[in-house]
């Protein structure tokens, strides 16, 4: 244990509390509240190259958003107490708001699905047979007017739960940038650029998870990759890294220019505790190097597959260098000392509650209900026509 | 309103005022009273046997003098009676029923005197593993006079 430490801790510091598991709620959500905004450029805004992934964009976004509480939950333990932050919260603590925002955001998340696939359920439910009929008309809620007026009113109504949508994406994930932000007592927290930080790393993560999962179900289903819809989606996470690594090093560079009573302590955490994964995992795996092959890939004329490898290496260098982005934050965090003269050392461990394993469990779950929630709602059919 | 719209905003208010339905019988109605917590709740715990009766218990009426005199001037005098000897009101009230027997267990010491880095370094700590042959802590040190060997 002795070895962990360095300089001055507190006692009740020795022992770090926010594990793995919380570094995994941020990023959870963050990969819900990307993939929401990546399909509400469709819906929204309008971007016809993002239709094909815009309604199985927010199958995904449902599937992470289904397990975005399991790290809490397994964390804090007694799940079944959960539900009690949304009968009695404590409005003094932003942590209390969780159960209602994710409560409102998952209704329109619902409803905007519901919306975008009637036509489909409606057309199940009338081809299907037995139980899968009758799932299909619940589903449907028996209504099966899919007139083209009923369906004007749907797109009319998807628009405007979709312009809600984005703040509330926004909000999800930027609050929880807020509860990190807030706490006043961690110089390594404690700036109103939190929520910002993990938004735009959040929007950056969930596009690029979206590229990744549109590439694998095209290669597993055999079929051509629409690289309108992919070269569209690698130019707004081209963009959006912009935004994100302004952000995050805006943050570093006025640490290091204000100098206050905390920069030794922090210039120790990132030359030391945390310097390979900020520096090396962080900024240049997610952030330099997609960004070089991003740029390049706008840049080369023709040599599809070339660029298609070239978007995929970014997505997964991003999406890892989002999950080192969180983990820098919540675990660096912890690693240094409130008396700001000292340091401590998380060291992970594998078969525990707060381990690994449970970790990993959680992160595979939302692709398991992704796999059950495409099969009963196959968003293939815009994902596979108009490909040339 | 089309009437699929008008049904799955009818299932969204249902579930809603299933939701504030549910709030109402599960949250108790003493909630809120005093702060953020069941305003009932403080009877409750008032209602509950006393069950530790206090060092001082021990040492009155001569029941056991001597060894509460050698206590009280030593550095354990911190630690009560019943932090090892367990709860005592029954026994106070009627000498025929015993407290359960003294944990002298060597983990039980441990809890407080085994080296843990978060401990101030002047307090009294040992490493299990290389102090005293994993025998019981008893073996050498009186608990009641710690440094009487």
Redesign the interface.
Known sequence: ??NL?WGYVY??E?EIQWSILIVLYPYITGLVAGAFIASSLYHVFGKQEIKPVARFALLTALSFLLVATMPLLTHLGHPERGIEI???P?LTSAMSGFGYIYSFYL?IVV?EI?LSF?EDIVKKAHSSKGWKELMYSAL????Y?ISE??LH??EK?AKRLAIIGIPSAAFLHGYVGFIFGGIKANPWWSTPLMPLIFLMSAIVSGIALLILLYIASMKIRKHAIDHKCLHSLAHYLWVFLIFDVTLELLEIISMKYESLEEIDIINRLLSDKIAFTFYGVQLTMGIFIPFVLLLLVGMMKNRETLKMIMISISSVFVIIGVFAMRWNVVIGGQEISKSLSGTLTYVPVFFSQEGVLPAIIILVIPFIILRVITYILPPWKDMEEEVT | MQPHLKKAFTLLALVIIAFIFVRSLVVPSSFGQYGWYRGDSLGDIRNFPVEYAGSTSCGEENCHKNIYSVWIKDRHKTVNCETCHGPSEKHVNNIREMPEPANDSRDYCGLCHFKRVARPTTFPQIDPDVHGENMRCTYCHNPHKPWFI
């Open positions: 244990m002795d430490i006692p009740n020795v949304m009968f009695t404590h209704i409803l519901w009637r449907a809620l028996f209504s007017d007026k009923a009113e749907d109504l």
